[in-house]
């Protein structure tokens, strides 16, 4: 006999998004959180919903098709709090992506958007450039503009654990996985909490931990071997002066890196991200001295305007890569979903804000061999997002 069809640990956004999906199926689940919903990554991301117009340079086109879906749901389910915004690429004469390049790539984002108005894009005349934000002209040749959209991360996954809970799924925070014992076709999670320790038998256990996953995964018994994976920390700054036109998409001056520079909240500025691979606590991940000099350098080279401006706050947050050689940027962002104890343990590496949802279909999808059948009671695709921050 079990209490839940299936406990997930970790309320970020991956974890959050499992949990709508299993209980918009129809089973019951405990969602364990150790500090709070988008506590981690989920809340020190770039806030934007993409569709990852940069990693068709490595290739990843289902990614970037798949994202561009996620994309429009969003836009349709989230109208309050997921919102298109027009991004802008400049070309300089020492900018390495070069206007044919750029023009090729957007009509290739455009088609796997399926050309519908929010995918396409233009390249905007001399005229309207004094119009950017005090954007430096000096040697620019031209200016893109594009649509994809921003969020605000912590309130998007706060949005989807109320969704999972409205569709009864119950939340326990903070509480902090102990041990995991697999048992004749059960799972015994248990579980430190503040109150008291306790435990709870389920049909499956979904690890959403993000950077503690290999963490929460060691605490299964009997044990495997888990996946080998590296943190990317990713450092943002802000800024106390607001851009008015849209999300910058430059080019660092220093190594040709992508950097978004973009309004946020009445009057900030958010610079970010960078890329470094990090080995310490996840939970004292912070942005470092170099990559704040880093971002100021660039947003001081393309809007002058900035050059006297110190940053008001830094943040960094976790990517979970797949360990492997090479720059991070060049690495599949693809989200792994690895399945063990005879299908009754699935854990998560990595994930994509914009794509949580499809993800999280997928995650439910694979554990259905294991758990009873169930009566749906909702399909995400139509589940509306209310804003609760």
């Not at 290739?108 to 950017?132: C, I, K, M, N, T």
Request: proline share 5%; with cysteine; net charge positive.
């Amino acid at each position: 006999m079990t209490d839940v069809d299936i406990v997930v640990v970790g309320a970020g956004i991956q974890g959050a998004g499992v949990a709508q999906a299993a209980a918009a199926a129809g089973y019951s689940v405990l969602l364990l959180e150790q500090t709070g919903i988008a506590s981690g990554t989920s809340s020190r991301s770039s806030k934007l919903i993409h569709g990852g117009l940069r990693y068709l340079e490595s290739g990843q086109f289902r990614l970037v098709r798949e994202c561009l879906r996620e994309r429009a749901l969003l836009l349709r389910n989230a109208p309050s709090f997921v919102r298109l915004a027009p991004h802008y690429i400049p070309v300089y004469r020492e900018t390495r992506r070069r206007p044919l390049l750029l023009r090729a790539g957007l009509s290739l984002y455009a088609v796997l958007g399926g050309l519908h108005p929010e995918v396409r894009f233009r390249q905007l005349p001399r005229s309207a450039w004094s119009d950017l934000d005090g954007l430096n002209q000096d040697g620019l040749q031209a200016v893109f503009r594009y649509f994809d959209a921003q969020t605000d991360d912590a309130a998007l996954t706060r949005a989807v654990v109320s969704s999972a809970q409205s569709l009864g799924a119950t939340l326990l925070m903070p509480a902090t996985v102990s041990g995991v014992e697999m048992l004749s076709g059960t799972v015994r999670v248990q579980y430190r909490s503040a109150q008291t320790d306790g435990e709870v038998r389920c049909q499956a256990l979904v690890n959403a931990a993000g950077p503690w996953v290999n963490t929460v995964l060691d605490n299964v018994t009997p044990r495997v071997e888990a996946l080998p994976m590296e943190c990317v920390a990713g450092a943002h700054i802000l800024l106390p002066r607001r851009l008015t036109q849209g999300v910058y998409y430059a080019e660092s001056p220093s190594d040709g890196r992508a950097i978004f520079i973009m309004p946020w909240h009445d009057d900030q500025t958010l610079v970010g991200t960078t890329e470094r691979r990090y080995q310490g606590d996840p939970a004292q991940v912070e942005a470092s001295m170099a990559e704040i000099d880093y971002l100021l350098a660039t947003i001081r080279h393309y809007f002058p305007a900035y050059a006297a401006l110190e940053p008001v706050a830094s943040f960094a947050g976790l990517r979970v890569l797949p360990a492997a050689e090479g720059a991070a940027f060049t690495r599949s962002r693809d989200t792994r979903l690895y399945v063990t104890h005879a299908g009754r343990v699935l854990t998560i590496y990595g994930g994509k804000l914009t794509a949580y949802r499809a993800m999280a279909e997928r995650a439910v999808a694979l554990l259905r061999q294991v758990l009873p059948a169930r009566a749906a009671k909702a399909d995400t695709k139509y589940l509306m997002l209310e804003n609760i921050s």
